[in-house]
């Protein structure tokens, strides 16, 4: 699969026009989704449609951008104007918002072809893609096994090669875990870098939009273009977007120090998985960065204050599903009855778990218990991640504590399902940005992920790092057999 850079190469020398070039992208599309199952909606004639205008600037002699005629997949819960947004829930299954979302407009702008709507757990809600509302996403590696979730969709049409970058959206590890499963880079940015505004929300303070690519260069372009402040989200950050291009150099700065998070190789992890990122370390350390063992002793704490803020922020998100302004109605008797009729037809079984546990955790005499417990303990965590970086410049563990596993094997059990998130989950708590990279296969031959974790804005690093590694091995090049 040609990268951004070749496909632009190929545009500008009139090698391929735009319209080729989509054409194969659908064409593709059309060959593996049957098997792969990675959209749930495909807009192809809006996509040849914006083919062509590229086309024509080509033609006309225009400069065309770096993004410009590159088709992109789009996670299903960034509102996009005019084309059906339905956050994988049969609530929203008919919804066609009237608006586009920052992301999806700044990609527009600079030319980016939009080709689809990816599949993903309901409403993010997830780690498998197997909480969609339409169907299950497969994993191009092995079709038995989950992509991971919740952007399994995003991560799948990458992998799958339906596209070569997709945006996914990540509130505890949901582009990191599927971007480690399917064998491609998956970013997930600092808090705020990125503009939510459009994207349908799960758990505000946590959610962040990110890129999926097949290599760190794809993903460093994407990122350029998608971040930046936005006066319609609160939670925008007022910073400078550096060309994250310019940090990617085929040796690591001299001096550069790398933590390992000793929490991450304890129970719980498969042994392959951990020798396997212990090996991509050493090269790390061939590379010339000094390797220190940091402790992040509330690292573990994550996942039990995750699953109460999030579902909290969720309960409150969730509320405004009924019946009464958009998504489907049940019709009833009385308003009351609709609601409840709606939303029991309406969420499945993964939302209305969390809905109960977020109202639970936020109702009178639990408050105190729960949220507030689980917003100080959060504190502590951030305060962890601010020890080590006093001390290394980039934390790393391995990105999940497995490879893929089979379609319906933890779907009865959702603590077992949660644990996939372990690694993921801290960082979103202390709204640093991490990434995931391939480094190596289990015997099965299924992809395992190297999970890269810098401090607040420091991208940069990220991208050095994770080039450097990648252009030291070819994990990144093996693609699955489909």
């Known amino acids: 699969m040609a990268s951004i850079r070749e496909l632009h190469q190929q545009l500008v020398s009139k090698e391929k026009s735009a319209v080729e070039i989509t054409t194969q992208t659908l064409e593709k599309i059309e060959t593996l989704e049957p098997k792969v199952k990675a959209f749930l909606s495909v807009t192809g004639d809006l996509a040849l449609e914006k083919a062509k205008q590229v086309d024509a600037k080509i033609a006309a002699g225009e400069e065309i951008g770096l993004i410009e005629g590159i088709a992109i997949a789009i996670k299903d819960n960034m509102c996009t104007k005019g084309v059906k947004t339905t956050c994988g829930s049969k609530i929203l299954e008919n919804f066609i918002p009237p608006y586009e979302s920052t992301v999806t407009q700044k990609l527009k702008d600079a030319g980016a072809i939009a080709i689809g709507k990816t599949n993903l757990d309901e409403f993010a809600m997830g780690s498998s893609t197997e909480n969609s509302g339409y169907h299950v996403t497969a994993n191009p590696w092995d079709l038995s096994r989950v992509p991971g979730g919740s952007s399994g969709g995003s991560a799948a049409a990458v992998a799958a090669g339906e596209c070569i970058v997709s945006l996914g959206s990540d509130t505890g590890g949901s582009i990191r875990q599927p971007a480690a499963l399917c064998g491609v880079v998956g970013l997930k940015p600092t808090y705020g870098l990125v503009s939510r505004y459009g994207l349908v929300a799960y758990a505000s303070s946590l959610d962040q939009i990110g890129p999926f690519a097949t290599n760190v260069e794809d993903a460093a372009i994407i990122l350029g273009a998608i971040a930046g402040h936005d006066p319609r989200d609160s939670t925008s950050i007022k910073t400078e977007i550096p060309d994250y291009t310019q940090y990617l150099q085929p040796e690591l700065k001299k001096g550069l120090k790398i933590g390992v998070i000793t929490e991450t190789f304890g129970e719980g992890i ?5 020798e396997t990122v212990r090996k991509a370390i050493a090269q790390l350390k061939d590379l010339g960065a000094e390797i220190k063992e940091i402790s992040c ?12 803020i999030a579902p909290s922020e ?3 998100n969730l509320a405004r599903y009924d019946a009464v302004k958009y998504g489907i109605r049940q019709e009833s008797e009385n308003l009351i009855e609709m609601y409840s009729k709606t939303r029991a037809a309406g969420f499945g079984a993964e939302v209305k778990r969390r809905i109960m546990l977020g109202t639970y955790a936020l109702s009178a005499g639990y408050y105190d218990a729960y949220y507030l417990k689980a917003q100080k303990v959060r504190t502590l965590i951030k305060e962890d991640f601010a020890k080590a970086f006093e001390e290394v410049d980039v934390l790393v563990s391995p990105t999940t ?3 893929a596993f089979k379609a319906g094997e933890k779907v009865a059990d959702p603590l077992s399902m949660y644990l996939n998130d372990l690694m993921t989950i801290p960082v979103n708590l202390a709204g640093l940005p991490g990434m995931s990279i391939p480094c190596g296969f289990d015997e099965g031959g299924l992809p395992i992920g190297l999970q890269l974790i810098g401090n607040v804005l420091r991208e ?3 991208f050095h790092v994770a080039h450097a590694y990648e252009k030291s091995t070819n994990w990144h090049e093996q693609k699955p057999v489909l």
């Open 297 to 308: 002793p509330r690292f573990r704490y994550g996942l039990p204050v995750y699953y109460i």
């Open 314 to 316: 969720a309960s409150a």
């Open 401 to 403: 504590p497995s490879t």
């Open 270 to 274: 498969d042994s392959v998985v951990a």
């Open 460 to 462: 940069d690093l990220l």
